[in-house]
T-cell receptor, first 115, second 114 residues
Framework: AQKITQTQPGMFVQEKEAVTLDCTYD???????LFWYKQPSSGEMIFLIY??????QNATEGRYSLNFQKARKSANLVISASQLGDSAMYFC????????????FGTGTKLQVIP | NAGVTQTPKFRVLKTGQSMTLLCAQD?????MYWYRQDPGMGLRLIHY???????AKGEVPDGYNVSRLKKQNFLLGLESAAPSQTSVYFC?????????????FGQGTRLTVV
């Protein structure tokens, strides 16, 4: 079974500072993908970044980077230089080949950026 | 570029009524999903489909049925709505050919059962 755990219900960060959102996962499948989505107050789900289980390097997309530690089964999202527009819910998700490609989500972290 | 379209966007039902939520995608994706989002619980998978004519149960399938008669459409049905089904429902689709293909989401349907 696949499981995603996000232990931080809420986080605050000062504008222009970096913040790390935690995500741990559990799967017995050797091949899987990890995703982060942003959900602003308007409700839509916005894809941010992807990390494959066999990728050698940590994924980066602009101000977003994924700190992938395979042995610890963690996939933390790092947002650098936070902006007010980063205030949103952030969800970690996983898709495993053995799980018939279903995508499993964590419970989310609400990030608030303080001016 | 429509992507994933859900209808309706809002609905209020009385307990015991039935309804169908429609999800349509124009990206030729094989996989489609229905999730419900409740405060503090993230997105939970209700049902999903790996191709036309196939469906499978997710984490919280009770009280819901689905059909995938056409590749582009995935319908979620509530036969007898209950207040516990008050939620925001999201449909998503993805392509299976590359594992790093993210799921694309619809705008969501806010359902209230009174």
């Amino acid at each position: 079974a696949q499981k995603i755990t996000q232990t931080q219900p809420g986080m605050f960060v000062q504008e222009k500072e970096a913040v790390t959102l935690d995500c741990t996962y559990d799967t017995s499948d050797p091949s899987y993908g990890l995703f982060w989505y942003k959900q602003p107050s308007s409700g839509e789900m916005i894809f941010l970044i992807y990390q494959g289980s066999y990728d050698q390097q940590n994924a980066t997309e602009g101000r977003y980077s994924l700190n992938f530690q395979k042995a610890r089964k963690s996939a933390n999202l790092v947002i650098s230089a936070s902006q007010l527009g980063d205030s949103a819910m952030y969800f970690c998700a996983m898709r495993a080949a053995g799980g018939y490609q279903k995508v499993t989500f964590g419970t989310g972290t609400k990030l608030q950026v303080i001016p | 570029n429509a992507g994933v379209t859900q209808t309706p966007k809002f609905r209020v039902l009385k307990t015991g009524q039935s309804m169908t939520l429609l999800c349509a995608q124009d990206m030729n994706h094989e996989y489609m999903y229905w999730y419900r989002q409740d405060p503090g619980m993230g997105l939970r998978l209700i049902h999903y489909s790996v191709g036309e004519g196939t469906t499978a149960k997710g984490e919280v399938p009770d009280g819901y049925n689905v059909s995938r008669l056409k590749k582009q459409n995935f319908l979620l049905g509530l036969e007898s709505a209950a207040p516990s089904q008050t939620s925001v429902y999201f449909c998503a689709s993805s392509a299976p050919d590359r594992k790093n293909t993210e799921a694309f989401f619809g705008q969501g349907t806010r359902l209230t059962v009174v």
